[in-house]
């Protein structure tokens, strides 16, 4: 069984005209109660994460910043607001992660999705921002982590998980993959970043060109994702599961369909079926429930059957083969 980490609460965090407001998580809800899996999906409510939990990944000016701008409400950047008791809301989507990825180590269920607001890949060790105040997915990465486990984030949103990839940079216990638009923003994560010391060649970026879609995605994944993966060994796979790749999202320029997720989750699954997602971006509101739900449907062993006509306009092999020959040295690919 599929276990969802939801709360209503998650919808008090909220900025009226901000492409991240409480609408995505309401259509997503809507998408699900109507489907035939909803039945079997079993949800649970998440706790907030503990202040000396948050400080184990970021530092103390960081949440003293967000803390005190829960008091009043304001802006962290010119994208990243702070409600009023957006502190507490940012530590119960942290919290729910946390807890899911406990759930799914100690074999309590198989897999699980996070539908978490505010998101956090961007949420960096010393700075909130891109609509991220705290690294839900890197606080739980960390959390596993401490007690001997590797763990595997695998990030498909259309921006580069800068913060994620702060945190994990010298790593060898968490491996960061993503493919990314770029240049986009926040403008970091070129192929050449591969991570320092213990971390040099767990951290794996491919940036793709506006246009690229399934195809150059999938290829990358048979080629260097998968099978980078499969000599690591992760004991659980976390997916920063960012739908603005989509090919109808208005921050995107990438071209996936709800098939394109569904077939990520399955080939991320025959490398380890202890998976978790967790939400990060995705801003169509038409659409971003089928996509959370064809990850479900993928997670769960069941068939798709949701078609969207739509191919990508650049094959981006290039990128590939020079990621594939940066790697070469670190992984027998
Ligand atoms: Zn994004």
Redesign the pocket.
Known sequence: MTLIVYSDRFLEHDQFNHPENSERLVSIMRTLRKSKTFEKLNIISPQPLDEKDILEVHSEEMIKKIRELSETGGWIDLDTYVCLGSYDIARLAAGGVVMLASKIISGEDENGFALVRP?G?HATKNRSM??CLLNNVALAAYSISKKNKRVLIFDH???HGNGTQDIFYESSKVMYQSFHLSPH?PGTGDIDEIGEGDGEGYTINLPLPRGAGERTVLEAMDEVFIPIAEEFKPDLIIVSA?F??HYQDM?GGLRLSAESFYKIICKLKSVQPRIICSL???YNLEKLGMLVLSEILAMSGKELDYREKVEETVYAKDRIDELKKILKEYWSL
């Open positions: 998101p890949h891109g609509f949103d259309v921006h923003y960012g603005d790749s921050l990060e971006g995705g």
